[in-house]
């Protein structure tokens, strides 16, 4: 069974930072690519960022460039994504989704399995 599972999220002050993580299993992990997504109350699920398992290349929304890094370790089929400067703007639930190929990282239908989120909360 695939399974993606998110963790990491909590409460932050603006200008923290937090770690996410998110577990794959239940498939070949170097297959796919991983991206994470957000989706804040009223607003649409937005692209943050992707990393490809097979050949590491990273892809950033211009809203969290400089502040997010994505990373994959591959033994432990985990890929991370850690967040520095914080800004109350990045409230949201954050998803990682799986995609086998991509042509535009951001666009959330061409993933196909999705973990249950985890949520962000930073106050200002």
């Known amino acids: 069974e695939v399974q993606l599972v998110e963790s990491g999220g909590g409460w932050v002050q603006a200008g923290g930072s937090l770690r996410l993580s998110c577990a794959a299993s239940?498939?070949?992990?170097?297959?796919?690519?991983i991206g994470w997504f957000r989706q804040a109350p009223g607003k649409e699920r937005e692209g943050v960022s992707y990393i490809s398992s097979s050949d590491g290349s990273t892809y950033y929304a211009d809203s969290v460039k400089g502040r997010f890094t994505i990373s994959s370790d591959n033994a432990k089929n985990t890929v991370y994504l850690q967040m520095n400067s914080l800004k109350p703007e990045d409230t949201a639930v954050y998803y990682c989704a799986r995609s086998p190929w991509v042509t535009r990282w951001f666009r959330g239908y061409e993933y196909d399995y999705w973990g249950q989120g985890t949520q962000v909360t930073v106050s200002s």
């Open positions: 239940g498939f070949t992990f170097d297959d796919y690519a």
